[in-house]
């Protein structure tokens, strides 16, 4: 069965970026069948999605307008993993941060639901 | 972005009812809508997708129904640990976007 492991440090200072990682047991950062999602909860945004990476006979990457200068979602194929980097952090990205998989539909795109999950963490950016 | 828009926002219902819950896309998304299901200080957990598909290994108590703008999640008969909170999330297009939540209460 797929799994989702994260981890990363849960304290961040401001200005600073954020890093985490959700290794991946079960199925491969590098499937075409499935494409890879960082997601956030707070409790004044809720849960807001963060971007996603995904193989389709090369690396695509997708990111949300409000962190999209500052996100970055990297694969890890040699050890079968996803990153999520944050950088120049504020208090308002205090939130916790999930890692999720879609997997392709019959179109073989990703227009299904969210089915495997990572535990989450939680990250404080504070001083 | 698709503004997706879920009332009520907290529900009060007792064990045995059967409860609805609305949610409402701002545009057209065809049947691309999930629903979920997050216990406190847990991951959410994917419960129907795409409008109608029960996940594998969820209670056929939960239904979902809708196409277009408008969905409904279902719970036919109410068990004390369906007392939890409920979010839509659109995969039309990106950024995926979910609901606000419905907290059902006991």
């Known amino acids: 069965q797929v799994q989702l492991q994260q981890s990363g440090p849960g304290l961040v200072k401001p200005s600073q970026t954020l890093s985490l990682t959700c290794a991946i047991s079960g199925d491969s950062v590098s499937s075409n069948r499935a494409a890879w999602n960082w997601i956030r909860q707070s409790p004044s945004r809720g849960l807001e999605w963060l971007g996603r990476t995904y193989y389709k006979s090369k690396w695509y990457n997708d990111y949300a307008l409000s962190v999209k200068s500052r996100i970055t979602i990297n694969p890890d194929t040699s050890k079968n993993q996803f990153s999520l980097q944050l950088d120049s952090v504020t208090p308002e990205d205090t939130a916790v941060y999930y890692c999720?998989?879609?997997?392709?539909?019959?179109?073989?795109?990703?227009?299904?639901?969210?089915?495997?999950w990572g535990q989450g963490t939680t990250v404080t950016v504070s001083s | 972005d698709i503004q997706m828009t879920q009332s009520p926002s907290s529900l009060s219902a007792s064990v045995g009812d059967r409860v609805t819950i609305t949610c409402r896309a701002s545009?057209?998304?065809?049947?691309?809508l999930n629903w979920y299901q997050q216990r406190p200080g847990k991951a959410p957990k994917l419960l129907i997708y795409a409008a109608s598909t029960l996940q594998s290994g969820v209670p056929s108590r939960f239904s979902g129904s809708g196409s277009g703008t408008d969905f409904t999640l279902t719970i036919s008969s109410l068990q004390p640990e369906d007392f939890v909170t409920y979010y839509c999330?659109?995969?039309?297009?990106?950024?995926?976007?979910f609901g606000q939540g419905t907290e059902l209460e006991i």
């Open positions: 545009e057209d998304i065809s049947n691309f």
């Open positions: 999330q659109q995969s039309h297009s990106t950024p995926r976007t």
């Open positions: 999720a998989r879609v997997k392709s539909g019959s179109s073989g795109w990703f227009n299904g639901g969210m089915d495997v």
